[in-house]
């Protein structure tokens, strides 16, 4: 008898699905492992780097965090003087008592980027090192993982790469959940381990029950992974439904020569005299604008990062705007969560442990799928020579 032309065409779906996740699995595997195992550390980044190098990341002492206003320039001059030529673009205020200064810039406009670490209470140097080496020494072991997850270190190409293969496995979560639960009724068989020890099943299951359990975490992260790696895509996708605004210094314009007579101490004292509540996280340097941006903390915030930007002239100090990153619309919402939940950081620790789970789970199907796809490779030329004999 002929099978029914309904389960026959479910049949055939589900062998299309089959060997699309089949495929993807052992062309991605590779670059998901790479993706997962670094995404899980860098969940903790901070913390690691703190690990590794105390002298830069802490003071040693009990700095009190906001008791007194950071000396913000004088640790900038003293930057230079320790690094002839160095021009910082990013100032990160310490939130917490204990935590340094860091400052990101430029010592040579072509070479690569310095991270310098600054005393709060004084603004002296406390050592600095070089972004995007390729060093596996304490000093920069962080830097090179956080490198590699965002593009191999190899620029722009192996970010657009990064974001086909989080695209790919955004529409391969889709295959997965079918192929796992084909049938409702038995919707909760894909959540378990069955079978006995070695056996077909059981390998199956240890498979199918973490992508299961995790469906929702790595769903979330091959989403935020396409859009943080194609910002711009993104945008003008989401602009088809919602429109999304820029940050303020995106359309601020150009000036050709900036006079820097406000400096960044008084920048932010302009910006806490217009907020006295307000708790300062950073500061943007942006010479091209004439102006600072000041991050502070607001109750709109989606983390643990100011998104409140106010602007400030280098000029005169008059206030040019202000704008948080959630904006007015839902596509600025979508974008602001966007490394809010790629990073775990919208949720605190919670969200954080979530991430570094399933980029450990993530890891463990790419292993467990190749191994599952080796074996039934190896039994079906086992079963052709066995019928040849």
Request: glycine letters at 10%; charged letters at 25%; proline letters at 6%.
């Amino acid at each position: 008898m002929h099978a029914p032309p309904q389960r026959r065409r479910r049949t055939r779906w589900r062998q299309a699905l089959l060997a699309w996740h089949r495929w993807f699995g052992l062309g991605a595997s590779l670059w998901l492992l790479l993706l997962a195992l670094t995404g899980s550390a860098i969940t903790f980044y901070d913390e690691l780097d703190t690990w590794l190098n105390p002298d830069l990341r802490t003071t040693g002492e009990a700095v009190p965090g906001g008791a007194q206003p950071i000396p913000v320039e004088r640790a900038i001059e003293q930057a230079q003087r320790a690094l002839p030529g160095f021009r910082p673009w990013m100032i990160d205020l310490p939130n917490t008592p204990g935590r340094t200064l860091w400052m990101l810039g430029r010592q040579d406009p072509d070479g690569h980027g310095v991270q310098l670490f600054a005393h709060p209470a004084d603004g002296r140097v406390l050592g600095w090192r070089e972004q995007g080496r390729l060093a596996l020494d304490r000093r920069h072991l962080m830097d090179v993982v956080y490198g590699l997850h965002v593009d191999l270190m190899l620029g722009p190409v192996a970010t657009w790469l990064f974001g086909l293969v989080s695209l790919l496995w955004l529409l391969d979560h889709v295959a997965a959940a079918l192929l796992s639960v084909p049938r409702m009724a038995a919707w909760r068989d894909a959540f378990r381990l069955s079978g006995r020890p070695g056996s077909g099943r059981r390998r199956l299951d240890r498979h199918r029950a973490p992508g299961m359990w995790l469906l929702v975490p790595t769903f979330v992260l091959s989403l935020t992974g396409v859009t943080l790696a194609w910002p711009e895509a993104s945008r003008d996708a989401v602009r088809l439904v919602s429109p999304v605004s820029e940050r303020l210094d995106f359309s601020l314009p150009e000036v050709a020569d900036a006079t820097r007579t406000i400096d960044a101490d008084r920048a932010i004292a302009l910006v806490r005299e217009r907020m006295p509540a307000a708790r300062v996280d950073s500061l943007r340097i942006l010479p091209r604008a004439g102006a600072y941006a000041v991050r502070t903390f607001d109750p709109r915030d989606v983390d643990d990062q100011g998104r409140l930007w106010t602007y400030v002239a280098m000029d005169d100090g008059r206030p040019l705007g202000q704008r948080h990153d959630r904006g007015t619309s839902a596509g600025d919402l979508f974008f602001v969560w966007q490394y809010a939940l790629h990073s775990g950081k919208a949720f605190g620790l919670a969200g954080r442990i979530t991430v570094f789970v399933a980029g450990l789970a993530t890891a463990l199907l790419c292993i467990t799928g190749v191994w599952l796809w080796w074996r039934r490779r190896r039994s079906v030329g086992v079963g052709r020579e066995n019928g040849v004999r």
